[in-house]
């Protein structure tokens, strides 16, 4: 049995009509009754990358005993000249995460994934220090089961105080070796309840993963860069799907 943790995550691809421009990552969120898909803010619109993109396709799984079968599901981006997307803003600017809501009803007949509730976000800092193990569940540079069509996962650590905001920005630090089309994966931790043991997914969401952390001081023949990435903490969502 496929673990739920990669049936939550799906390889999002964007277009410009027919062109294809990039791949990424989402991951499925629900909250009463209503369907969310998760990614990072820059997959959908980014300005200073000339990156604009009209719709997107996500890929789902039609048949949970044969993993091999999906479907591509296209979701436009814009309705009457408006964005259908959700972001957040704090008193540091835009948050890099976005959230569209998925029309049950269009979906095909029998689709098969798992998704975060706001039961997975978390909601005391006790337990999450510097170095836990974390994973980042994602597409890096597209590489995944192309026959499944599931993700693959890289271990990360937490590389900053887990609820302070990094250099005031709603964000902290990750220690991983991540790659484009990563962008907008699901941060997550073990959780530790007993309860949660044979839970389908046993993971507290901590963070969406938005892109890798660099100085701009650093010298690009003599200096490795630092390995480090920014993971917006989670807890958005709740704003973001009221």
């Avoid at 999002?12 to 898909?37: D, H, M, V, W």
């Avoid at 993109?53 to 005993?65: F, K, N, V, W």
């Avoid at 957040?88 to 809501?101: C, H, K, N, P």
């Avoid at 044979?198 to 892109?211: I, K, M, Q, R, T």
Wanted: charged residues 20%.
């Amino acid at each position: 049995m496929t673990e739920g943790l990669l049936l939550a995550t799906t390889q999002i691809s964007t277009f410009e009509a027919q062109k294809l421009l990039t791949r990424a990552t989402g991951f499925f969120f629900t909250r009463s009754e209503r369907l969310f898909l998760v990614t990072s803010r820059h997959v959908v619109l980014d300005e200073p990358a000339k990156h604009f993109p009209d719709r997107i396709e996500i890929d789902l799984h039609t048949d949970g005993a044969n993993l091999t079968e999906s479907a591509t599901f296209s979701i436009p981006l814009y309705r009457d000249g408006k964005s259908v997307w959700r972001q957040g803003l704090d008193g540091s600017g835009e948050i890099d995460v976005a959230v569209i809501e998925i029309e049950r009803d269009k979906l095909p007949e029998q689709v098969w994934y798992t998704a975060f509730t706001p039961d997975h976000l978390y909601t005391s800092h006790t337990g999450i220090e510097v170095g836990s193990l974390l994973l980042i569940v994602g597409f890096p540079l597209g590489f995944h089961d192309t026959l499944h069509h599931l993700p693959v996962v890289r271990q990360s650590v937490v590389a900053s105080s887990f609820g302070m905001r990094f250099q005031g920005q709603g964000f902290f630090l990750t220690d991983a070796r991540t790659h484009r089309g990563i962008s907008g994966a699901a941060v997550v931790a073990r959780s530790q309840k007993a309860e949660d043991a044979d839970a389908p997914l046993p993971w507290v969401l901590l963070g969406v993963h938005s892109s890798r952390f660099d100085v701009g001081t650093r010298d690009l023949k003599l200096d490795e860069a630092l390995g480090l990435n920014c993971a917006w903490y989670a807890d958005i969502l709740l704003k973001l799907t009221e």
